[in-house]
């Protein structure tokens, strides 16, 4: 199943141009946890994943029924940049067994998924201390120059003809990673 019937034109469009080569920016890797012990669990099991130091995130307003203060850490979380970011991301992929849907994507090109059970990940070993807890993957993908939007100097907009469609990104993604894209989920059929 096709999802992206200009695949052809945007491949030789990146080979003629390499400037609108999409390539992967970053990808942030987050557990909200609700805090406490939950919290450590999750922040171990980000290292172990990543090898990196996870970044807390904190609560903005109180919620009384949550149990939640403001201020206080609920969740962690990591960035993944260039190599690390495409390593993680091709894991990453392998638990959710390669297939995306189109609802994943947004109007920027970038894409996010969750993961129920951080054991799915291929090398990944149940820790009975650490329990199994979920995550979301968000993927923020890019041309080169996109740097004029977030520099501190001469800070532009990037034109409308440079950006990214969720079209391009989802070829992107299917050529770099093998991904299958569709457009609802597939029926599950159970034997019992």
């Known amino acids: 199943m096709s999802v992206t019937p200009n695949e052809e034109l945007y491949l030789a469009d990146w080979e003629a141009n390499p400037m609108k080569q999409p390539y992967i920016a970053k990808v942030v890797i987050d557990m909200c946890t ?3 012990e939950p919290l450590n669990r999750g922040s171990t099991i980000l290292e172990q994943l990543t090898g990196q130091l ?12 949550f149990g939640i203060r403001r201020k206080e850490p609920i969740a962690v979380r990591v960035t993944l940049r260039n190599e690390n970011a495409r390593a993680f991301l091709a894991r990453a992929l392998q638990a959710k067994e390669n297939v995306l849907l189109i609802r994943n ?4 090109g970038n894409f996010a998924f969750g993961i129920s059970e951080h054991i799915d990940i291929p090398d ?3 820790d009975p201390q650490l329990g199994i807890q979920g995550m979301n993957i968000t993927v923020c993908i890019e041309r080169p120059g996109f740097r004029v939007k977030r520099r501190r100097r001469r800070r532009t907009k990037v034109p409308y003809r440079h950006r990214l469609t969720p079209e391009e990104s989802m070829v992107f993604v299917k050529n770099s990673f ?5 457009e609802k989920e597939r029926e599950r059929t159970y034997l019992f």
């Not at 994507?105 to 920027?108: M, S």
């Open 34 to 36: 609700g805090g406490g």
């Open 54 to 65: 996870p970044v807390q995130s904190r609560a903005r307003q109180t919620i009384r029924d």
């Open 105 to 108: 994507w947004d109007e920027d």
């Open 124 to 126: 990944v070993k149940y």
């Open 178 to 182: 093998g991904v299958e894209i569709l």
